[in-house]
C-alpha cells in the first residue's frame, strides 16, 4: 500500500490510472458523492502532486475500468484520462487481464488431486437468485479456475481466477457447485445467513486479490496486488480451522 485517499488504500499509481482496495459494502459508482470514484475523485482533485503523478485530466475526472459488486472487496483500477480507460477497458474485453479472487466457500469442496478445477457452467447475461443462478433466457460460455487453498470444519478456502467475466460469475458458479460463498445473502441459504450474523459476520467472504495486466507503453505484465485476505474472512476462517484441530 502506498498510500490513503479519503479512507480509501491506495495500493498503486500509474500515468492515467490508480489502483486501489475497495472495501465491502461500498459501490464502485451510480451513487454520487459515496461511490468509489466519487471519494477518490474528491480526494485527487484536492492534491496537486498526486494530479501530476497521476496525469490527472479533470475534464475526464475518475472512472472504473471494471467492476466488484458492492458486496466484494479488493483490487478495483480506476483510470484518470479517457485514453488510458479505452486501452485497459479493451484490455479487460479481450480477456487479457488477470483476475484473481479468494473465496470461503460453505462445506467441503472436494477435486481429487491435483486440489484445483474448472467450474464451466454457462450463465446468463442477468443473474438469477439462490433457486436459479444460472439465470434464466440465453445462457453463454463461462470459465472459473480455481485452486482449493485450505480446509476448515465447515469451509473451504479457494483460490478462483476468471476466464470470463460474467455478472455474480464466481457467486454464481459456486452456489451451483454446491458450495456457495459465505455471506452471499443472494445466493447462499437464508439459515446460514442468519446464523453469520448472530454471530458477527456480515459481509461477502469474497476478494479481489490480484488484477494483473500490460500497461501502455510497456512490454512487462504489472501484477497489483491486495496486501491481504480481509481480517473479517480471515479470523471467520481460522477460528472455524481451530474447530476442526480439536
Known sequence: MIGVLNSIPVIAIGSGWLAVEKPEGLSVHNDPENDLCSRIQTAVE???????ALDYDPAFGVHPVHR??????????????AGVFRYIARLFEAHQVEKIYQALLHGRLETG?????????????E??????P???GKK???RTRF???????????????????RKHQIRRHAK????????????????????????????????????????????????????ELPESIRLLFEKDKAISAL
Not at 113 to 125: F, I, K, T, Y
Not at 127 to 132: L, S, T, V
Open 46 to 52: 484536492a492534491d496537486a502532486i498526486l494530479q501530476a
Open 68 to 81: 466488484l459488486d458492492r458486496e466484494t472487496s479488493g483490487v478495483v483500477v480506476l483510470a484518470c484520462s
Open 113 to 125: 488431486a491435483p486440489e484445483q478445477g474448472l467450474w464451466d457452467w454457462p450463465l446468463s447475461r
Open 127 to 132: 443473474a438469477g437468485g439462490r433457486r436459479n
Open 134 to 136: 444460472a439465470g434464466t
Open 140 to 142: 453463454m460460455s463461462c
Open 147 to 165: 485452486e482449493i487453498l485450505d480446509y476448515s470444519a465447515h469451509y473451504t478456502l479457494v483460490r478462483c481466477r476468471l476466464e470470463t467475466g
Open 176 to 227: 451451483l457447485s454446491g458450495h456457495p460463498v459465505v455471506g452471499d445473502a443472494r445466493y447462499g441459504s437464508v439459515r446460514a445467513i442468519a446464523h453469520l450474523k448472530s454471530n458477527g459476520f456480515k459481509r461477502l467472504a469474497l476478494h479481489c486479490m490480484e488484477i494483473g495486466f500490460v500497461p501502455s507503453g510497456d512490454s512487462k505484465a504489472l501484477f497489483i496486488k491486495s496486501p
